[in-house]
């Protein structure tokens, strides 16, 4: 099945520093893939779509001056967290769709998730 | 009025036992929906996703949609402790659209 990597998998920076999260599809090409943000005993919240070639696509409220999205090639996306600050830890994954499965069914594929704890 | 509503628990049952987990949603637009099962510390993993109305059946477990009460449930057969986890419900208008999540089950299966 089709398999999301992300990396790393934990990190903890200081407040006010930048950090990047990788999330790569490893056996298939994703033009477009999602970043998620969960605070604990919360749901999944959308933070934007990344597409690429193309600007990402931020859902209201996310400031994307913040959380910077780069998906410069078919199988890799990034998020950067800028100028981190400890409301900014929280659980991020990223996910992405195979579009080799072209009917109805296509399911959201999951990374492992960054988990970022700011000091 | 939330547009997907799941019970946090946590949900406590013995091995052995059928396990219900359930989510309701407002939006009559949803049609495409879906369960992930998430290992803390992990992402979610897809256990399972049904279009429209009805019942599909995948070894020990069961999802079942029904439309007409806006009403989603995950069974559970002969659980075991492999599947304390957190089950997350999903759904949206089309297998392409953006996916509202619950807030995830917790479940802990005791040996």
């Known amino acids: 099945g089709a398999v999301v990597s992300q990396h790393p998998s934990w990190v903890i920076c200081k407040s006010g520093t930048s950090v990047k999260i990788e999330c790569r599809s490893l056996?298939?090409?994703?033009?477009?893939m999602f970043w998620y943000r969960q605070f604990p005993k919360q749901s999944l919240m959308l933070m934007a779509t990344?597409?690429?070639?193309?600007?990402?696509?931020?859902e209201q409220g996310v400031e994307k001056d913040k959380f910077l999205i780069n998906h410069a090639s078919l199988t890799l996306s990034t998020l950067t967290v800028t100028s981190a600050h400890p409301e900014d830890s929280s659980f991020y994954i990223c996910?992405?769709?195979?579009?080799?499965?072209?009917?109805?069914?296509?399911?959201?594929?999951f990374g492992n998730g960054t988990r970022l704890t700011v000091t | 009025q939330k547009e997907v509503e799941q019970d946090p628990g946590p949900l406590s049952v013995p091995e052995g036992a059928i396990v219900s987990l359930n989510c309701t949603y407002s939006?009559?637009?949803?049609?495409?929906f879906m369960w992930y099962r998430q290992y803390s510390r992990k992402g979610p993993e897809l256990l399972m996703y049904?279009?429209?109305?009805g019942n599909k059946e995948d070894g020990r477990f069961t999802a079942q949609v029904d439309k007409s009460s806006k009403y989603i449930s995950l069974f559970i057969r002969d659980s075991q402790p492999s599947d304390s986890a957190t089950y997350l419900c999903?759904?949206?208008?089309?297998?392409?659209?953006?996916?509202?999540f619950g807030k995830g089950t917790m479940l802990l299966v005791s040996p």
């Open positions: 996910s992405a769709r195979d579009p080799a499965q072209t009917t109805l069914n296509s399911p959201l594929h």
């Open positions: 056996d298939f090409q994703a033009t477009t």
């Open positions: 990344s597409n690429e070639g193309s600007k990402a696509t931020y």
């Open positions: 939006n009559s637009a949803f049609q495409y």
């Open positions: 049904t279009y429209s109305s």
């Open positions: 999903a759904m949206g208008p089309s297998g392409y659209s953006t996916l509202t």
